[in-house]
C-alpha cells in the first residue's frame, strides 16, 4: 500500500480527502434557486415597493352621443 498524503486517507483501494468540517459546508445549488424562487414569488404578490397604481385616463368615447333634437 503506497503512504496516503496529509489531508487525505485510504478507503477500499482508494484514496480519499478527509471531509471537511461542517460549518465550511457552503450552499447548495438548490437552495440558491429555491431562495430566488422565494424572492421572485415575494416580488409578484407583494411587490418590492413599487407605487400606487395609477387610474388610467377615462378615454374619449368611440362613437359620439346622439345630439338631442
Not at 32 to 43: D, E, F, S, T, Y
Not at 46 to 68: C, E, Y
Request: hydrophobic share 40%; net charge positive; glycine share 12%.
Amino acid at each position: 500500500m503506497a503512504k496516503v498524503p496529509d489531508g487525505f486517507h485510504y478507503v477500499r483501494g482508494h484514496i480519499r480527502r478527509n471531509p471537511k468540517p461542517s460549518s465550511a459546508k457552503r450552499m447548495s445549488g438548490w437552495m440558491i434557486a429555491g431562495l430566488l424562487a422565494g424572492a421572485w414569488l415575494w416580488g409578484q404578490v407583494f411587490g418590492f415597493g413599487t407605487a400606487t397604481p395609477t387610474t388610467p385616463a377615462q378615454p374619449d368615447p368611440a362613437v359620439s352621443a346622439p345630439a338631442d333634437r
